[in-house]
C-alpha cells in the first residue's frame, strides 16, 4: 500500500510538468525550474537544447548540446551548420554555448532565428563527433521573440 501511495504522489508530481510541455514534429519545450527549454533528440540519442530563463544573468540563457552522451570539451569551440552555413562558437568551462559576451549575444540572436527558418541542422565538435537534426517543428516551438541573453541582461541598456 505505501509503495501504491508513493507511486501515486510521485506520479502526481511529474504531472504538472507533463501538462506543461509541448511537441511540434520533433521539437518540445517545456517548463523547469524557471527556465523554458526548447530541445529536440535525433534518433541516436544526441540532443540540441536552448535554454531560457528571463531573469538568470549568468548561465540563464545558453545551447547545450550532447553528441553520445557528451558535451563538447570547455574552452573549445564547436561547428553548427545551418543549411549549409557554417557557425564557429566558443564553449565556456562548464561545456555550454553561453551569451554572456556581446558576440556571444550576437550569435545566439542569429542562431535563434535561423533554428526557426532553416531546414537543416548539424553540430560538429572539435573531436569530430558529429550529429545532425531535425527543425521539422522548430518555428512552432521556438517563439519570433529571442529569449533575453546573459549579456542583455546584465547590460540592459546597451
Same mark, same amino acid.
Given at each position: 500500500?505505501?509503495?501504491?501511495?508513493?507511486?501515486?504522489?510521485?506520479?502526481?508530481?511529474?504531472?504538472?510538468?507533463?501538462?506543461?510541455? @509541448?511537441?511540434?514534429?520533433?521539437?518540445?519545450?517545456? @517548463?523547469?525550474?524557471?527556465?523554458?527549454?526548447?530541445?529536440?533528440?535525433?534518433?541516436?540519442?544526441?540532443?540540441? $537544447? $536552448?535554454?531560457?530563463?528571463?531573469?538568470?544573468?549568468?548561465?540563464?540563457?545558453?545551447?547545450?548540446? #550532447?553528441?553520445?552522451?557528451?558535451?563538447?570539451?570547455?574552452?573549445?569551440?564547436?561547428?553548427?551548420?545551418?543549411?549549409?552555413?557554417?557557425? @564557429?562558437?566558443?564553449?565556456?568551462?562548464?561545456?555550454?554555448? @553561453?551569451?554572456?559576451?556581446?558576440?556571444?549575444? #550576437?550569435?545566439?540572436?542569429?542562431?535563434?532565428?535561423?533554428?526557426?527558418?532553416?531546414?537543416?541542422?548539424?553540430?560538429?565538435?572539435?573531436?569530430?563527433?558529429?550529429?545532425?537534426?531535425?527543425?521539422r517543428g522548430a518555428q512552432k516551438i521556438i517563439p519570433g521573440n529571442v529569449c533575453p541573453?546573459?549579456?542583455?541582461?546584465?547590460?540592459?541598456?546597451?
Amino acid at each position: 500500500m505505501k509503495r501504491i501511495l508513493s507511486a501515486a504522489i510521485i506520479a502526481s508530481a511529474l504531472l504538472p510538468t507533463s501538462a506543461l510541455a @509541448e511537441t511540434a514534429g520533433k521539437w518540445k519545450s517545456g @517548463e523547469i525550474n524557471g527556465f523554458t527549454r526548447y530541445w529536440t533528440t535525433n534518433n541516436l540519442g544526441a540532443n540540441f $537544447v $536552448v535554454w531560457c530563463h528571463p531573469k538568470r544573468r549568468i548561465n540563464g540563457t545558453l545551447l547545450h548540446i #550532447d553528441i553520445d552522451g557528451k558535451m563538447p570539451p570547455p574552452r573549445s569551440r564547436i561547428k553548427l551548420i545551418m543549411d549549409r552555413e557554417i557557425l @564557429e562558437l566558443p564553449i565556456n568551462e562548464q561545456g555550454y554555448v @553561453e551569451t554572456g559576451c556581446a558576440a556571444c549575444s #550576437d550569435s545566439f540572436g542569429y542562431v535563434w532565428h535561423r533554428l526557426r527558418s532553416s531546414h537543416s541542422l548539424a553540430v560538429k565538435f572539435q573531436d569530430d563527433s558529429y550529429a545532425g537534426f531535425s527543425l521539422r517543428g522548430a518555428q512552432k516551438i521556438i517563439p519570433g521573440n529571442v529569449c533575453p541573453t546573459d549579456w542583455q541582461k546584465q547590460h540592459p541598456r546597451s
